[in-house]
């Protein structure tokens, strides 16, 4: 129970007034006894014992009255929940948190956990009255306070909901929270809820959640309400690719390419001869199996072959699980017509032996795939990187620091170095 105005209740101290009067009218008065009274108050005791109880129900009622007409002017309400309890006059602030990350989009026996979630947040919204106000936050995008406007056309909001699709982004579920709490705490309405509609995955949470819990002030009042909608049977049966890496530098034309995959079981279940494909062109190229064991990890290794020159598309892929967002990786080959090398030495003399190496193997076929380029260290600073694959530094013991700097940023964007150090250069 609250009151809308809670000072009208001093007012109930003026209930104290009709018993004060009555026991001022209580005063005893002195007796004189009268010998042709005495009969006549015989007679009349019944009466007399009637009307005082009279008296003391006008009492009661009076102190009632009283009393309900200043708990009316005090506008009391019940706090109530959305789920089915008396509301009284007292509006209410809903919060509506809902997990739209990946996760979502598994099935269980009712379907669509996403679609669940929808239908959910619709049966509530069936419960509001006029002027509730209700706040709609999603995990992938949640605003900041001063920007998050209550709703109060349930109609458009039935709108919104239907077109929320599941995201590839999503945020701890303490930073809704917080938000909530920024919310619910301006409102002015009496009954205040959360519902918190997810299928409450580990990844929701932080691993610094519960140290924080430990020493932070709490976030909301008393008399905020807290609904937890927990959608699904427990972690669906997923495996998810974590990462896909090109080991092989120097990729070419009809030569293999190495391909590393991590793929990770994210459910409680054992995975016997998981199937592991790459494809190339949208053509599959390669295929492995791996046993993963619950909430294990495993690395799998390919060797594909590229067909042709040019930048080709690939992907790895899974087997079909409960959540599709997650089994597929791209990637991208890229197959130079010809690999450009730069040799740099302080003189052409110094770059004899890489330029021997480069050219030896006797097959016709490395004339045409290397483009060397021959400079010397001055001229370095004019050569463009961009157009280079791999720099050969014969003797690299003069090179300046500026073009040590645009070395270290060729290699860290992917390009090859190869080394013909003099005996004492020192790295």
Request: no cysteine.
């Amino acid at each position: 129970m609250t009151f809308l105005n809670p000072l009208v209740l001093f007012g109930t101290l003026a209930a104290a007034i009709p018993v004060i009067l009555h026991l001022l009218n209580l005063r005893k008065l002195r007796t004189i006894e009268f010998s042709t009274l005495r009969f006549l108050k015989e007679l009349q005791q019944t009466k007399i014992r009637k009307l005082k109880i009279r008296q003391l129900l006008l009492l009661i009622i009076r102190t009632l009255l009283v009393l309900l007409l200043v708990l009316a002017f005090a506008r009391p309400a019940l706090r109530g929940t959305l789920l089915g309890t008396i509301g009284g006059n007292a509006h209410s602030s809903v919060v509506f948190i809902i997990d739209d990350s990946f996760s979502m989009s598994a099935s269980d026996e009712r379907g669509d956990l996403l679609k669940q979630s929808k239908e959910n947040i619709s049966k509530l919204i069936d419960l509001l009255n006029e002027g509730d106000e209700v706040f709609l936050l999603k995990l992938s995008d949640l605003p900041e306070a001063t920007i998050a406007p209550a709703t109060h056309d349930f109609r458009s909001l039935r709108k919104i909901i239907s077109e929320i699709s599941v995201s590839n982004v999503t945020r701890p579920l303490q930073d809704a929270l917080r938000l909530s709490s920024k919310l619910l705490s301006e409102s002015k309405n009496a009954n205040k809820e959360i519902y918190i509609i997810s299928d409450m995955q580990q990844t929701l949470f932080t691993e610094q959640l519960a140290a924080q819990n430990q020493t932070a002030p709490l976030l909301f009042d008393t008399n905020v309400k807290f609904f937890l909608v927990n959608l699904g049977t427990g972690a669906p049966s997923n495996v998810a690719i974590d990462s896909v890496e090109i080991k092989t530098k120097i990729v070419e034309k009809e030569k293999p390419v190495n391909l590393y995959t991590s793929i990770r079981n994210f459910s409680n279940n054992t995975q016997q001869n998981y199937v592991v494909s790459v494809f190339l062109e949208g053509v599959r190229v390669a295929q492995n199996s791996v046993r993963l064991d619950p909430w294990g990890s495993a690395s799998l290794e390919f060797s594909i072959t590229p067909k042709k020159t040019g930048f080709i598309k690939g992907f790895v892929e899974l087997e079909h699980d409960a959540v599709e967002q997650d089994n597929r990786r791209y990637f991208t080959l890229h197959v130079p017509e010809k690999i450009t090398i730069a040799v740099v030495s302080q003189s052409p003399s110094d770059s004899k032996f890489p330029m021997l190496a480069l050219r030896s193997g006797g097959s016709q076929d490395n004339e045409t795939l290397f483009d060397i380029k021959q400079t010397t260290q001055k001229d370095f600073q004019f050569l463009d990187l961009n157009k280079l694959d791999v720099i050969v530094l014969s003797f690299p013991d003069g090179l300046s620091l500026s073009n040590v700097d645009k070395i270290k940023n060729f290699v860290a964007s992917g390009g090859g170095l190869v080394l013909f150090p003099s005996s004492n250069y020192q790295a």
